[in-house]
């Protein structure tokens, strides 16, 4: 379903991602794990083409790209697989809660307007803002517009959806709704790359755990055996930070 | 001459001087329109970064900040006629160079140069809005045209049109300057009242309150303009 290979990605002499290697399936969570600044967004960014490597080939569904030489036909359809879901919401300032689900369906799937906005109130109503719909993103609350950036997400019918630490811009109190949603979504067999450090939801959702540090993949395990027998010590020590952090 | 300063004349000459207003407002708008189209292009040329293009589109704007509009206006007024003149010997064609009226030139001028500051308000507008609002785009897989079309640029003109609606007002009282290629504007109507009553003063109180009464207009309808354009942003309680 995703592959990554060989991918390196330096801004100046800041090397973010060392040849990175890795392969998803259909159907797992994956959820990456690291410190602030491991390169962990980056790596998201990359299978979005919102950032392009330095070199290496990544492979999402369908499409297939390589960073040594690509078209932007190739680049259109690679964003076409999967959407994502951003920490700060990203939600088009200038549209309606309704516009920014539906819009992509008109002016990307050219929809018509009448089964755009149909299909975008659905998916509004699933994830509950269906009283909302004509309010523009700056009178919600930050619970409210990531309900709206996940719904947006939906909308195109990705075949992977990547969350770049969805709640950590949130309010304690619109945490549980948010991870309780996307829970649902990964329970519906969604194909999922998530970062997040909500640690107790990720030992529930992700069959699979990554600890990224310093651009490189230290452990790439499952989340029972990760939390509970790492032996790597750098694993060790990230982890035992954030139960620090926690109490 | 009696009294120092009458103020009867004054109120008096306020309808034959605005018998000049239409030209004023003619140049300014048909200007100001030809502008925003110039400013457009420029800042999507220097936005996209388009080879060769926006080198240029530096080179001009660069120009036109660093020379005085009055010196702008003669370039284009003693300039256009030698330029059509060698078109007319290069290619045989017979345009009539004495024939273009001074208005023309006039409308030129002011548009290059109101061009060239309302592309500077309208790139730095474009490079304002939130980068995320464009990788939201992205990530729906929208195209860089569908994405300035639908959220990049309405977020822009929001964004712009305060200082753009200062570059009006200044478009405005720059046509004060087309009196110097003999078209009768309001400013040329009020010498000319004035030379016939030697009262300056109070003629030129007159034009000031007309270019003032103008720019404020303008100045109010384009805030209320603003309103609409950004009324997606939160609303402050009040
Ligand atoms: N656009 C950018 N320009 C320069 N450096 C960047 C840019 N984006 C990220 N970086 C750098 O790349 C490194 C990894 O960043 P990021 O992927 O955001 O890490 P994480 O999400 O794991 O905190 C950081 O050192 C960051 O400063
Ligand atoms: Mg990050």
Redesign the pocket.
């Known amino acids: 379903m995703i592959q990554l290979e060989n991918i390196t990605?330096s801004?100046?002499k800041?090397h973010?991602?060392n040849n990175i290697n890795l392969t998803i399936s259909k159907g797992e969570v994956v959820t990456?794990i690291?410190?602030?600044?491991?390169?962990?967004?980056?790596?998201?960014?990359l299978l979005n083409w919102l950032?392009v490597p330095d070199s290496g080939k990544i492979t999402v569904a369908d499409a297939a790209i390589d960073a040594a030489k690509y078209t932007k036909h190739d680049v259109r359809n690679l964003r076409g697989q999967s959407s994502m879901v951003f920490q700060h919401y990203n939600l088009f300032k200038n549209r309606t809660v309704l516009e920014n689900v539906a819009d992509s369906l008109i002016v990307v799937s050219k929809m018509k307007k009448k089964d755009a906005f149909e299909k975008a109130e659905a998916l509004l109503k699933k994830v509950g803002m269906s009283d909302k719909l004509l309010d523009y993103p700056a009178n919600l609350s930050g619970g409210q517009q990531q309900r709206v950036g996940i719904a947006r997400a939906l909308a195109v019918d990705p075949k992977v959806m990547l969350f770049?630490?969805p709640t950590s811009a949130l309010d304690p109190e619109w945490v549980g709704e948010i991870l309780h949603l996307i829970k649902e979504i990964a329970a519906q067999g969604m194909t999922m790359i998530l970062?997040s450090h909500e640690m107790r939801f990720v030992r529930s959702v992700a069959t699979r755990i990554i600890f990224?540090e310093h651009?490189e993949l230290v452990e790439d395990s499952n989340p029972k055996d990760l939390f509970e027998k790492s032996k790597n010590v750098r694993t060790q020590a990230f982890l035992q930070k954030l139960t620090y952090e926690e109490e | 001459m009696g009294k120092i300063f009458d103020p009867e004349f004054m109120i008096r000459s306020f309808p034959e001087v605005l018998q000049a207003l239409p030209t004023t407002l003619f140049i300014a708008f048909v200007s100001g329109v030809i502008g925003l189209v110039i400013a457009f292009i420029i800042s999507f040329i220097r936005y996209a970064n388009i080879k060769i293009l926006s080198p240029l589109a530096k080179v001009y704007i660069s120009f036109i900040r660093g020379t005085p509009d009055l010196v702008q206006i003669m370039l284009v007024y003693y300039g256009i006629p030698l330029f059509l003149k060698a078109i007319n010997e290069k290619f045989g064609t017979s345009f009539d160079v004495n024939g273009v009226p001074s208005i023309a030139f006039a409308i030129i001028a002011l548009a290059i140069n109101a061009g060239a500051y309302m592309s500077e308000t309208m790139r730095s507008s474009l490079l304002a809005v939130d980068s995320g609002q464009l990788e939201a785009c992205y990530s729906v897989n929208m195209t860089r045209f569908q994405a300035l079309r639908k959220v990049i640029i309405p977020q822009t003109i929001g964004i712009a049109i305060p200082p753009l609606s200062n570059s009006l007002i200044s478009l405005i009282k720059e046509t004060s300057l087309v009196f110097t290629i003999s078209i009768v504007d309001i400013m040329a109507q009020a010498k000319i009242v004035g030379a016939r009553s030697f009262r300056f003063f109070e003629i030129y109180i007159v034009v000031s309150i007309i270019y003032w009464v103008v720019c404020a207009v303008v100045a109010f309808a384009l805030s209320k303009v603003e309103v609409y354009a950004r009324r997606y942003e939160r609303k402050v309680d009040s």
């Open positions: 990605k801004y100046k800041n973010v991602l990456l690291g410190p602030s600044g491991a390169g962990k967004t980056t790596l998201l960014r950032e770049d630490e970062v990224l651009g």
